[in-house]
């Protein structure tokens, strides 16, 4: 374990040293980027709105009872904001970027194009991890905005139409506008950005240390979205701690 | 591996030594203090039985592996030394092709060119262009890889080896899975390359009708042990039984 964790480390490293040469791959940071707001919009959508929803209909049902409905939009604001947006959409993305990126990067090294990129005095670092270390960089902080504001949506619609909550959009967004400011979007942002890091390590490294055939491409995919979900997890709790301490 | 290139002459061949290369993995010895030389410009070719550790030898040649004892020396100079690598250009033809499969066949082909900025993209797809037909494939440069056959993707990873304009080329198991036809095609591919740019070529086959109809010399490995080396008169009538049941086996002659 320790030996992975070191080898990402590095990587990483290697990755930031090999930022100078971004410009150079801005053709493969472009696609990337396409690759992974075309692949993740609409399941980012999907998701976020129900995210919002059931927050809302879970606490909107005792908070009414207690007299507090008024409370429920800032309570779905912070909580979209600081943790279920960006923990709920780095859990997704890692699921369904970070598992293709080890797969493509396994299945090259599998196949021997990696050695070839070598051969050719290509490093694979350049080529193939700065890219999508960058792309997923700042694809998943737009994401979680997005994702933020549709959780939001959703939890505007529950606490208007269900009937044991029935607050209205009005009251409902009063609250979040009061409760939440730009520094717990941002507390969001620097938290999305720290996974974005995590799950592009996590997987380019998985999948450049792929040995053997299919068997070996699929044990890959597996640790990446494993170790990525449990170290973005592990992650958010020192980071929530660390932002706390900035009045994040 | 392969230098920031153009600066040489193109006609310039490379010498390559082994001294004392030795390589396991997981505690299996592959390569066993192996010593050899292959001379500028000469075709040299590689035999031996499966898992003898003919790929892993050419993997350290080109240097993506290191030994755990000896050296490979590319015109005197170890490789293991810091620039050397740069020095020369070199390429290898996989025994797969290894064509990225997320580029079309003309992006393969110019890889090296584009990613290392040599050339305008016109420039590069003039190059491109002139690569394919040499190995007899002009016009397939939209086509993906996954489109061309075995031997067609083999010709393609030629092609990428040639824009590099090597001083030194390796073959790992260039005609495998091919037909008798397209292996000799590859065949007079590697000749006509080599009197073309005297370029040096260090063939990895099981394949006797090739190795007989390139090698300028033939090494014959056993285990990770190099059992001899000389030309193709030599090893055909040597008198080692392992070589000679090598070199002659003969599924005709077991059924009578």
Redesign the interface.
């Known amino acids: 374990m320790f030996q992975n964790i070191g080898e990402m480390v590095l990587l990483f490293c290697r990755t930031l040293g090999a930022l100078r040469t971004a410009f150079r791959h801005r053709q493969k940071i472009y696609d990337q980027l396409f690759e992974i707001g075309n692949a993740s919009l609409l399941m980012a959508c999907i998701l976020s709105l129900f995210i919002g929803g059931v927050l809302a209909l879970q606490a909107g049902s005792v908070l009414v009872e207690r007299g507090l409905g008024n409370v429920i939009g800032g309570m779905v604001g912070v909580s979209m904001a600081k943790e279920l947006g960006p923990v709920m959409m780095s859990i997704l993305i890692a699921g369904r970027v970070g598992s293709a990126m080890a797969a493509e990067i396994g299945s090259m090294r599998a196949y021997q194009e990696i050695d070839a990129l070598r051969t050719m005095n290509i490093n694979p670092i350049h080529y193939l991890v700065l890219p999508r270390v960058i792309a997923i960089a700042c694809a998943l902080p737009l994401l979680v905005i997005f994702s933020v504001m549709v959780g939001w949506f959703g939890g505007a619609l529950v606490s208007t139409y269900n009937q044991m909550i029935n607050i209205g959009f009005q009251a409902y967004f009063n609250n979040l506008r009061q409760v939440v400011d730009i520094g717990d979007v941002l507390n969001g942002l620097i938290k999305s950005f720290a996974f974005a890091l995590v799950i592009g390590v996590v997987s380019c490294h998985q999948g450049l240390h792929t040995i053997g055939g299919p068997r070996g491409i699929g044990r890959s995919v597996t640790k990446a979205v494993v170790n990525s979900i449990v170290l973005i997890l592990i992650l958010d709790y020192f980071l929530t701690r660390l932002l706390m301490s900035f009045d994040l | 591996?392969?230098?920031q290139q153009n600066s040489k002459d193109n006609s310039h061949s490379v010498s390559v030594e082994a001294r004392h290369l030795s390589k396991s993995f997981s505690g299996v010895p592959v390569l066993k203090d192996l010593n050899f030389e292959v001379r500028r410009g000469e075709i040299f070719v590689i035999m031996g039985p499966s898992g003898s550790g003919k790929s892993v030898l050419l993997?350290h040649i080109?240097?993506?592996e290191t030994p755990d004892k000896g050296e490979i020396l590319i015109d005197g100079e170890s490789i293991q030394t810091e620039g050397v690598?740069?020095k020369y250009r070199?390429?290898?033809v996989?025994?797969?092709g290894?064509?990225?499969?997320?580029l079309s066949v003309g992006e393969n082909v110019g890889?090296?060119l584009t990613?290392?900025?040599l050339k305008p993209p016109e420039e590069i797809r003039r190059i491109v262009a002139e690569k394919l037909e040499l190995v007899g494939l002009k016009g397939l440069e939209e086509r993906s890889p996954g489109e061309l056959s075995g031997g067609m993707k083999k010709r393609a990873a030629i092609a990428?080896a040639l824009v590099?304009e090597p001083q030194l080329i390796l073959y790992d198991e260039p005609t495998s899975e091919l037909d008798p036809l397209m292996a000799v095609t590859i065949g007079e591919e590697i000749l006509n390359l080599k009197n073309r740019t005297h370029v040096t070529s260090i063939v990895v086959s099981h394949d006797r009708d090739l190795a007989f109809g390139i090698a300028d010399r033939i090494a014959i490995i056993n285990e990770g042990k190099i059992l001899f080396i000389g030309t193709v008169d030599e090893v055909k009538n040597h008198s080692d039984p392992l070589i000679k049941k090598f070199i002659h086996a003969d599924l005709t002659q077991n059924k009578t």
């Open positions: 591996m392969n230098g993997k080109i240097g993506l690598m740069d070199m390429a290898m996989f025994q797969s290894a064509l990225l499969n997320s890889l090296y990613e290392h900025q990428r590099i």
